[in-house]
């Protein structure tokens, strides 16, 4: 489940966290969509995407996310998008995501929001 792309790890509270690292395009689409697929078979909806070393966003993740939106959504789990750059802010706001997901400013408060 880890790659230089993307780390997976889970907190006590089953909060599982996807580290995401450089540019994310074809290739990185394939192996989050596997990553949340396992998250999901083991019954998990509250996840973090951390975007604090991610360099620019392609479309082939950003179909990913949207996809994985709709499932944590129709679980009634927890999506979140945390420490995302003002350019790929830019890119994520364009296309409406913010309606399907929660954004938030850095990993600290990401984790706040699953204490509640």
Known sequence: MNSQAITVKSTPNGVYIFALSGVLDVGQDEELQYSMIECFDAGSYRIILDFTNAKRIYSPVLRIITWASEIINNNEGRFVLAGISPENFEILDMI????????????????ELFQE
Do not use: Q, R
């Open 96 to 111: 409406g995501l913010e309606e399907l997901v929660e954004m938030v400013p850095d990993m600290e408060f990401a984790m």
